[in-house]
C-alpha cells in the first residue's frame, strides 16, 4: 500500500480474516514507526480505516557562548529559536549553562535562533538572527556565539512618579537614536526592570541612544516619553530614572 499525496492508501480487496499493518517506510523527513497495527475483516465490502502517526526525524543545535578574547564560556546568555517560514518561537527560551553551552532537539527544517539576553557585563553579540537547517546532512549543528566585554553601560530606574516606589516589569526598548517603536522601527535590545525596579543595559560601543518604554507596570499607564543618552568615553555610564503615573478608574455609582 502507498500512500497518495492526500495522505491516504487503499489496499486491494482482501478475505476475510485476521491481518497485521506494518509501516515499511516513511515518508521523507519522518520516522518509520515501529508500531504493527491489527486489522480484522469480517464483513461483506467493508472498509477499515486505520490511522498511522508518524513524527519528523529530528536534529540537535548546540549554542556555545563565548568571550570574543579570552574564549572563556559563558553562562547565562539567553536565547529564543523560532521557525524560519512564519518566525514562531519554538519553545521556552533557552539559558546558556556554567558551561557556557545549550542543546534542543527540533524536527528537520529551517530555523533562526537570537540573542535575548546578554552575559553581565558584556556587550550584544553582532548580528540580530543565526540561521539553522536541520536535515539528513546536517543532523547536529553546532553555533558558536561570541560576545565581547564593556565600559559602557544605562542603568535606568523606573518609579511611581506619586510615591517614588521603584517598580518591577517595566519593559523598554533601546533604539538607534532618532528610530522609535511608532515608526516601527526594531531595537536594538529590550529589557525589563527587575524586582529593585531597575535595569542595566551594556552597549557594544559609545554613542547617541533613545529609550521608549514598550510596556507599564501592571496597573499603571504607559510612560511614552522618549528618553535620548548619550555615552561616551568620558562617561561610560548612563542614569535614567523614568516615572510611571496609575491608571485612573471612573466608577459610576446608581441608586
Same mark, same amino acid.
Given at each position: 500500500i502507498t500512500i497518495d499525496s492526500g495522505g491516504i492508501g487503499k489496499s486491494n480487496e482482501l478475505p476475510y480474516g485476521d491481518y497485521l499493518l506494518k509501516e515499511t517506510k516513511a515518508p521523507d523527513g519522518y520516522q518509520i514507526t515501529k508500531e504493527i497495527y491489527p486489522v480484522k475483516i469480517s464483513k461483506e465490502a467493508e472498509t477499515v480505516y486505520v490511522q498511522v502517526p508518524n513524527e519528523k526525524l529530528k536534529g540537535t543545535l548546540k549554542i556555545i557562548k563565548k568571550d570574543s578574547e579570552t574564549q572563556e564560556l559563558l553562562a547565562n546568555a539567553v536565547f529564543t529559536v523560532h521557525r524560519s517560514e512564519d518566525n514562531v518561537q519554538i519553545g521556552d527560551p533557552l539559558v546558556t549553562g556554567a558551561d557556557g553551552t545549550i542543546s534542543v532537539e527540533l524536527p528537520y527544517g529551517n530555523y533562526y535562533f537570537k540573542e535575548v539576553s546578554f552575559p553581565s557585563g558584556y556587550a550584544p553579540a553582532k548580528g540580530n538572527k543565526y540561521e539553522v537547517t536541520l536535515d539528513a546532512a546536517n543532523i547536529s549543528v553546532e553555533k558558536e556565539i561570541l560576545?565581547?566585554?564593556?565600559?559602557?553601560?544605562? &542603568?535606568?530606574?523606573? &518609579?511611581?512618579?506619586?510615591?517614588?516606589?521603584?517598580?518591577?516589569g517595566a519593559e523598554f526598548g533601546l533604539f538607534k537614536e532618532g528610530e522609535s517603536p511608532k515608526a516601527g522601527d526594531t531595537p536594538i535590545q529590550t529589557f525589563t526592570t527587575n524586582a529593585n525596579g531597575s535595569a542595566v543595559v551594556f552597549l557594544d560601543h559609545a554613542g547617541n541612544y533613545d529609550i521608549y518604554e514598550l510596556k507599564s507596570p501592571s496597573g499603571y499607564q504607559k510612560n511614552e516619553q522618549k528618553y535620548s543618552v548619550t555615552v561616551t568615553d568620558n562617561e561610560p555610564t548612563v542614569e535614567i530614572v523614568a516615572d510611571n503615573t496609575k491608571q485612573l478608574l471612573n466608577i459610576d455609582i446608581h441608586k
Open positions: 560576545n565581547t566585554k564593556t565600559k559602557y553601560a544605562l &542603568r535606568l530606574f523606573k &518609579r511611581d512618579g506619586n510615591t517614588g516606589e521603584y517598580l518591577a
